[in-house]
């Protein structure tokens, strides 16, 4: 069985002292490929480098979090646009909206996104999207590039069964994550889980975050690895009345067309 962690934060600092060692645990776990989030312009920069010495396993997004969008101005962009013309650098993102936390400014978030939105539509890659309580304005926003984007996530759904079907009029595909086994705060996703068709379904860890809540033995750092993504892909596979097989299936398959990654391998052996 063979899975695919669209979202792995692999730069962040927690993993400095054993990331090689993480990739390996996480490839011995049957999870093949990984998606490296850039969440910075400098992040993006270490995901683009990352994925370019684990060719074939890891691939990068390269964007601005909305946490950080104070920091994206027209240089930013530039910066961006020229890691997006590396093959491994898959996707625009992880960008979007944050109104829970508003660490950047509300304008300074749409405009950021904006930006983005039209970064990918020009480069034609997809967008790993991010969206906290920001519901009604990120719609808008993608609403108006909808039709020019080639595909777009929403990363870590947590949201309501009218959030979702939104997200799915839209022709969003939608990411999951260990926040499906927390059986507190995830258990209205169980029953939202049977109503994404399984072409625009993709599973994520968001490691070192969102440790799903019921893992046994509880790794005793805290940290989330990529390696529990099969624990979170057979909760995922229950919910939805699949084996795991099926999901593991189904799931690395869509992520792999999504984000065109055997043209990357194409792109690295000629
Ligand atoms: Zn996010």
């Not at 093959?87 to 300074?108: H, I, K, M, T, W």
């Not at 939608?174 to 399984?198: K, Y």
């Not at 968001?206 to 019921?214: F, I, Q, T, V």
């Not at 790794?219 to 892909?233: A, D, K, T, V, Y």
């Amino acid at each position: 069985m063979q899975w695919l962690d669209i979202g792995v934060n692999l730069t962040h600092r927690s993993f400095d002292a054993d990331r090689e060692q993480v990739i390996e645990r996480a490839s011995a776990a049957g999870v093949s490929s990984m998606i490296v989030t850039g969440a910075d312009l400098e992040s993006s920069r270490a995901a683009a480098e990352l994925a370019r010495t684990h060719a074939g396993i890891l691939f990068a997004t390269a964007g601005v979090h909305p946490h950080h969008a104070a920091t994206l101005e027209a240089p930013t962009i530039e910066a961006l646009r020229e890691l997006l013309a590396q093959s491994q650098v898959v996707a625009v993102g992880e960008c979007g909206l944050d109104y829970y936390r508003n660490f950047a400014p509300r304008p300074a978030q749409r405009h950021a996104f904006e930006s983005q939105l039209r970064l990918a539509a020009e480069t034609g890659r997809p967008v790993f999207l991010h969206q906290r309580e920001a519901h009604a304005d990120f719609v808008a926003l993608l609403r108006d590039f909808r039709s020019s984007l080639s595909g777009a996530v929403a990363h870590c759904f947590t949201g309501t069964a009218e959030e979702l079907e939104t997200y799915l009029e839209l022709g969003l595909s939608i990411g999951i994550t260990g926040w499906f086994c927390d059986e507190r705060r995830g258990a209205h996703l169980h029953a939202l889980v049977r109503r994404i068709p399984p072409e625009r379904l993709m599973l994520e860890t968001d490691a070192p975050y969102l440790m799903p809540r019921n893992l046994k033995p509880r790794p005793s750092n805290h940290r989330n690895e990529p390696m529990f993504l099969p624990h979170i892909g057979a909760a995922v596979a229950q919910a939805r009345g699949e084996t795991a097989e099926f999901c593991a299936a189904h799931t690395s398959a869509h992520a792999r067309a999504f984000f065109h990654l055997d043209a990357v391998a194409q792109a690295w052996t000629s």
